[in-house]
């Protein structure tokens, strides 16, 4: 039986899962990642651990990496990436000749669009957003069925867009971005300013607010701890706001919440839906899209990173290297470059 491996690569963790041709998860392996102040080649040595794990010895057909970060047109290079250590890397041909073996390369985001779309939540949908909350946010449009990458192959990054003039600092380098507001992070934050709040959180960190982390909110906040619940009551409105400017852009069927984030449910989504309903304009006079958690969860971009090895491998369709084509044609016919026909 061929053997597909996705890596999701966030700012904390890298997950490496086989994939079925059904989108089931055969098998995972988790490492955590050293964050953006090493050199690239930590987080690559993570991933190949990761990749030898879950492969066991066998033949590996293909791997699909799924970056949380900006994945160039022709998916070649990580151009930059606020929580990892990627600049302009060409982490796709590194691997190829490190693992021996077919290689892709897309943003996590839009391989958690593409299993969705697939297998999961948004399945049967024509126009979808995806918005996935780690680290930060990520996000993905879908279009007519296809995941809509953008002429330098940068489309979806929604969670720079600013909401906040002059706002928090970003690890973009920006001020008042959406995933400052929104994220596992902006959870975390909310929770160790205010820690002396909750009894349950100080336990869990054991005094040490340095050492609290979202999933430690999650629990409390499942647990009903007050301070927990707000964090997320935070964050929740924080994401219906930037919701409500998606759909006011593109108008789509359904939204879709992945991430580590939304393992919470509705702890997170029931105020992000009142947030939704308040702030977008006309909404009493439209249909509101539902949100909905991805059926995946958080493995949702390594079943779509698994999924676009398979389908590149298969030769079944269209990679992504065909819009990079597209968008440098149509950079040179601006220019008055194209070649002759």
Not at 149 to 158: P, T
Not at 219 to 224: I, K, M, V
Not at 292 to 309: K, M, N, S
Request: hydrophobic share 45%.
């Amino acid at each position: 039986m061929p053997l597909f491996i996705g890596v999701d690569v966030g700012g904390t963790k890298v997950l490496a899962a086989a994939v079925s041709s059904s989108g089931r998860l055969v098998r995972t392996a988790r490492r955590s990642t050293p964050g953006r102040s090493v050199d690239a080649a930590v987080v690559e040595d993570a991933l190949t651990e990761a990749v030898r794990d879950v492969a066991r010895g066998r033949r590996v057909d293909g791997v699909g990496i799924a970056a949380a970060g900006f994945v160039d047109a022709a998916g070649e290079r990580v151009m930059f990436a606020p929580h990892l250590p990627f600049r302009g890397e060409e982490v796709r041909a590194r691997l190829m000749e490190r693992w021996g073996t077919t290689v892709v390369l897309d943003n996590d985001a839009n391989c958690t669009a593409r299993a969705e779309c697939a297998y999961g939540a948004a399945r049967g949908a024509s126009d979808v957003i995806v918005v996935t909350l780690g680290t930060g946010i990520g996000g993905a449009v879908v279009i007519d069925g296809r995941v809509h990458r953008g002429s330098n192959g940068m489309a979806g990054e929604f969670g720079h867009m600013q909401v906040v003039p002059d706002g928090l600092a970003c690890e973009c380098g920006g001020r008042g971005c959406w995933e400052q507001y929104s994220s596992g992070n902006a959870l975390a934050r909310y929770a160790r300013v205010r820690l002396d709040g909750s009894v349950t959180l100080r336990e869990l960190c054991e005094g040490d607010p340095d050492r609290l982390t979202g999933p430690m909110v999650t629990s409390a906040a499942e647990a009903g701890d007050p301070l927990a619940l707000e964090a997320f009551g935070s964050v929740g409105r924080w994401l219906g706001v930037g919701l409500a400017n998606l759909v006011a852009a593109f108008d789509p069927d359904v939204m879709v919440v992945g991430g580590g984030v939304s393992a919470a449910g509705d702890l997170l989504l029931e105020p992000a839906r009142a947030a939704l309903g308040e702030s977008l304009v006309g909404a009493g006079h439209r249909v509101v899209p539902p949100v909905l958690r991805a059926t995946l969860g958080p493995e949702a971009g390594a079943v779509g990173a698994a999924d676009l090895a398979r389908t590149v491998v298969r030769g079944e369709g269209r990679w992504v290297r065909s819009a990079g084509t597209r968008g440098r044609a149509r950079r040179r016919a601006a220019r008055g470059t194209a070649p002759h026909r």
